[in-house]
């Protein structure tokens, strides 16, 4: 039976800190300590669901370079093959038929170069073998694929939306080189830490002149190791991005920290500018 004194005591304990008054003084320090652990544990499962969210790299992929559904009758077409689908590389025109169809038209199209980045994409570009006819309509096809492969696609950025990879055909015959409006500079820097990896960043001014759509044939020396990747960038609102994604990229500069970027315009005919003077820049820090 409980004294008046020991109910008094009991009572101050509750008042003053109510999560120990039943347990002896003894075994406070081991329930600080599983507080405190209790805590770590919840700050770096948050970390995790954190991380698995913004973790959204796909397994595959076949997208097209080019923004246009105009194709000169003398162009080219640049693909980009993504993680597990770069395996198809190899047996294009083999095991992998690539050709553009319209209702009346079939002609194959011959891997003409192969560029790796260092990322998990590699790019390759095409060009009709034989002659295209004038304002038809030509889908671009890869037969046997296996199940899990998308056909290849090219992003709407007015819908919003992926779509079947169409082009029709122009009478332009694009012989013109390339000449650029200004000379590249570095503009700005940009890192983002997100699930899967980083996002990476180098910006550069570019604008140039062509009667076709321009790309950029980037080259990307590593001081480092002496390494040199080419990679054809898009420009994008008068810039260029070398670097890398979350899941994928061209270049990787998060290896070693000082590099050089050389660039030369690129038309959707194959026609190059001449080569800029080398850049030096630094990875994002």
């Known amino acids: 039976m409980k004294t ?22 003894c075994i406070k320090p081991f329930l600080v300590a599983y507080s405190f652990r209790r805590h770590i544990t919840l700050i770096i499962l948050t970390f995790f669901i954190t991380a698995i969210a913004s973790a959204k790299c796909e397994n595959n992929g076949i997208y097209c370079l080019s923004k246009s559904p105009i194709l ?9 093959f993504y993680s597990a689908s770069q395996l198809l590389i190899p047996d294009l025109n083999k095991k992998y038929p690539v050709y553009l169809k319209s209702t009346q038209d079939k002609v194959q199209l011959a891997v003409i170069e192969t560029l790796k980045g260092e990322m998990n994409e590699t790019q390759i570009i095409l060009k009709p073998v034989s002659e295209l006819i004038v304002n038809e309509i030509y889908s671009l096809q890869i037969d046997n694929l296996p199940k899990y492969e998308r056909k290849p696609a090219r992003y709407n950025y007015s819908s919003n939306k992926w779509e079947e990879l169409t082009f029709k055909i122009s009478q332009s015959v694009d012989n013109d080189i390339p000449v650029f409006k200004s000379t590249p500079r570095e503009q700005k820097k940009t890192l983002k830490l997100l699930g899967c990896g980083p996002e990476s960043w180098v910006y550069f001014n570019m604008a140039g002149q062509d009667k076709s759509e321009l790309f950029v044939r980037t080259y990307v020396k590593n001081k480092a190791t002496g390494k040199i990747t080419t990679y054809i960038l898009s420009i994008e609102n008068g810039s260029v ?16 920290g000082n590099f050089e970027v050389s660039f030369q315009l690129y038309d959707q005919s194959g026609n190059k500018s001449r080569m800029t003077n080398a850049i030096a820049f630094t990875n994002p820090i």
């Open 4 to 25: 008046a004194k020991m109910k008094t005591l009991i009572s101050l304990r509750t008042k003053t800190n109510p999560k120990f008054f039943k347990y002896p003084t």
């Open 241 to 256: 991005k070398v670097g890398r994604g979350m899941c994928s990229g061209a270049f990787n500069i998060d290896i070693g």
């Open 72 to 80: 000169n009758k003398n162009g080219i077409i640049i693909l980009e």
